[in-house]
């Protein structure tokens, strides 16, 4: 189940559709200096996922980065009880069922030692029900220079079936990375979005993995400013 990416660095995939289509969703792991495990939008555990991690280390944290991707964190928890369960602010009104421990925040010490942390304010992505507020916490794994991102960008390519292509290539995020139509005409405060966009651009990242998506090995941090200049409709 377990990919690895990079030293101390590793991902987990399972299907997932959403309006439709098939998108599938990824979760990322990190190893800290003292060999804690850092789960970052966990999936759906399994003996053999636990097992892999267990070989890796000890789960210590893990993270539900925006108010989205929390649905297999009490499943997760509950296989790893001494993690300590850490969510984004807004998800403590939205689920407040959900035993959070710690509410992420930013500062310039981070909790976890190699990872720095950014909220990516003003992001909106089109539920159902209307525009919705992500409220999405992105992260840089310093040693690696990877930027991992969960629904502020996506990246799909011909791996995904027809269905998905199609889609994405006339709503956007195909072949490149960049917001989805979705998020297009959900996002409306463009300037905090792009205050936010120019503070990631500040990390020295290559590789970008989203938790949709294939994964961008090079050349990330062009690829994340060229889609977020078309998103934006302004350079960076």
């Known amino acids: 189940m377990l990919r690895a990416i990079d030293r101390d660095l590793w991902v987990a995939e399972q299907p997932l559709r959403y309006f439709g289509l098939s998108i599938g969703t990824r979760m990322t792991v ?6 804690e495990l850092v789960v970052i939008s966990p999936i759906q555990v399994s003996d053999d996922l636990g097992g892999e991690l267990d070989e890796l280390g000890t789960v210590g944290h893990i993270i539900a ?16 009880p001494a ?16 035993a959070i421990a710690q509410v992420i925040a930013g500062g310039a010490n981070s ?18 029900s209307g525009p919705d507020p992500l409220d999405e916490w992105v992260f840089f794994h310093v040693t690696s220079r990877t930027l991992i991102l969960t629904d502020t960008a996506f990246c799909f390519d011909r791996s995904f079936p027809w269905l998905t292509q199609l889609v994405t290539k006339v709503g956007g995020s195909y072949e490149s990375l960049s917001p989805s139509l979705l998020e297009r ?10 205050a936010a966009a120019e503070q990631v651009l ?5 590789r970008v993995i989203m938790a949709h998506g294939s994964i961008v090995e090079q ?11 078309q998103f934006l409709g302004c350079s960076l």
């Open 30 to 35: 990190i190893r800290l200096a003292g060999g």
């Open 219 to 229: 050349g990330g941090k062009e690829q994340f400013n060229r889609g977020y200049e």
């Open 65 to 80: 980065p925006n108010l989205y991707h929390y649905l297999f964190a009490t499943e997760f928890k509950a296989a790893y």
């Open 83 to 98: 993690a300590t369960f850490w969510a984004t602010a807004g998800l403590r009104a939205k689920k407040p069922d959900l």
């Open 185 to 194: 005409i959900a996002t409306t405060d463009k300037e905090t979005v792009k």
């Open 111 to 128: 909790p976890w030692n190699g990872i720095e942390r950014l909220f990516f304010d003003g992001f909106k992505t089109l539920s159902p």
């Open 202 to 206: 500040r990390w020295n990242f290559d």
